[in-house]
């Protein structure tokens, strides 16, 4: 049972990043950032698209633990960010994940 829950849990948060409420929509996307579950990795994805510098920081970081071929691509696009922070995490990702 215990296995179920823990697909439930991201996929709910995956459906919450969504939701009308602006604090709900934070508060998901900054939990899948920090459970970076694979199975959700094109909604961390979607989170790059978000005005919040440090929500698209959190998911560039999650990204660099999913290390999946989109993911790689996704942080690879962040390197053009407006935001020097979330630049600078996706060139540190990068650089783990060829060390890696």
């Known amino acids: 049972m215990r296995h179920n829950a823990a697909h439930v849990a991201p ?5 919450a990043v969504s939701a009308n409420d602006p604090e709900l929509r934070y508060r998901a996307a900054k939990a899948l950032a920090n459970i970076a579950d694979p199975s959700t990795t094109s909604v961390i994805i979607g989170i790059l698209s978000s005005p919040d510098a440090e929500l698209r920081k959190d998911a560039v970081e999650a990204l660099g633990k999913i290390k999946s071929a989109p993911a790689v691509q996704a942080i690879t696009k962040a390197l053009n960010d407006r935001d020097p922070e979330v630049r600078k995490a996706a060139a540190e990702a990068l650089g783990e994940i060829d060390e890696g």
Request: hydrophobic share 60%; glycine share 20%.
């Open 11 to 15: 996929a709910g948060l995956a459906s």
